[in-house]
C-alpha cells in the first residue's frame, strides 16, 4: 500500500516558467512533510519542509503547499530555472507517534527546458 | 564539513554471498538511518539507528541487518544474497538538534548477479 504517491512520474517547463510538483498522502497520522531533489548518481538532496500545523512553507523560489483536508501537498518553483531538472521526491513522516521514517513517493523528474 | 560518506561506491556480488556497506555519518550526528532505491519500488526504509541503538525497522527479511558503533558510525550486512536485492543503498544521518532535513549519502550501488 502506497502511502504517499507522486502521481506524475514526468513533467516539462519552459526556464521562467512555474513547476509544480505534486504529491497525494493516505496516512492521517503523517505530521511532518518534505521536497528532496535527487541528481542521478548523487544521493537526496534536502531542499524544503512543512509541518503539519502550518499550510505554507517559503525558501526562495521554493514554495510548499500542504492541504490537510485532501491531504495533498505541493512544491512550487518559481522561475524554474535548467539546473532544477532533477528527480524530486515526495517524503512524510508521523513524528508525533515517535517514527523517524520517512516515507517517500516515488518521485517526478522535472525536465527544465532552456 | 564533510558530509555523509558512504563506502564502497559500487559493489558487484553473486548470490548466495553476504555484503557489508558502511557509512560514516556527518560529524556530531548520532541518528543514521538507511534506505533502498529500486526503480519499482522507490525510496524504501531499512532501519534507523542513534546512540547504537536501533529505534525503528522497515519491512524488510531478517536478511537484512545493521549496527552502529560508538562514534555513529553504522554498517548494514545483507546476507544470502538475492538478485532482487541489487539496488542503491542509501545512508542519512542527522543531528539531534535539526528537527529534520536528513543529509543524505551518494550510496553504494550493489549488483547482485
Known amino acids: 500500500d502506497q502511502q504517499v504517491k507522486q502521481n506524475s512520474p514526468s513533467l516539462s517547463v519552459q526556464e521562467g516558467r512555474i513547476s509544480i510538483l505534486n504529491c497525494d498522502y493516505t496516512?492521517?497520522?503523517?505530521?511532518?512533510f518534505l521536497w528532496y531533489k535527487k541528481y542521478p548518481a548523487e544521493g537526496p538532496t534536502f531542499l524544503i519542509s512543512i509541518s503539519s500545523i502550518k499550510d505554507k512553507n517559503e525558501d526562495g523560489r521554493f514554495t510548499v503547499f500542504l492541504n490537510k483536508s485532501a491531504k495533498h501537498l505541493s512544491l512550487h518553483i518559481v522561475p524554474s530555472q535548467p539546473g532544477d531538472s532533477a528527480v524530486y521526491f515526495c517524503a512524510a513522516s508521523a513524528k508525533r507517534s515517535g517514527s523517524e521514517k520517512l516515507v517517500f513517493g516515488k518521485g517526478t523528474k522535472l525536465t527544465v527546458n532552456p | 564539513k564533510a558530509g555523509v560518506t558512504q563506502t564502497p561506491r559500487y559493489l558487484i556480488k553473486t548470490r548466495g554471498q553476504q555484503v557489508t556497506l558502511s557509512c560514516s555519518p556527518i560529524?556530531?550526528?548520532?541518528?543514521v538511518s538507511w534506505y533502498q532505491q529500486t526503480p519499482g519500488q522507490g525510496l524504501q526504509f531499512l532501519f534507523e539507528?542513534?546512540?547504537?541503538?536501533?529505534?525503528n525497522k522497515g519491512n524488510f527479511p531478517g536478511r537484512f541487518s545493521g549496527r552502529q558503533f560508538s562514534n555513529s558510525r553504522s554498517e548494514m550486512n545483507v546476507s544470502t544474497l538475492e538478485l532482487g536485492d541489487s539496488a542503491l543503498y542509501l545512508c542519512?544521518?542527522?543531528?539531534?538538534?535539526?528537527?529534520?532535513?536528513?543529509?543524505f549519502g551518494s550510496g553504494t550501488r550493489l549488483t547482485v548477479v
Open positions: 539507528y542513534f546512540s547504537e541503538t536501533q529505534r
Open positions: 560529524s556530531g550526528h548520532r541518528s
Open positions: 542519512a544521518s542527522r543531528s539531534d538538534t535539526t528537527e529534520y532535513g536528513y543529509t
Open positions: 496516512n492521517s497520522m503523517f505530521d511532518y
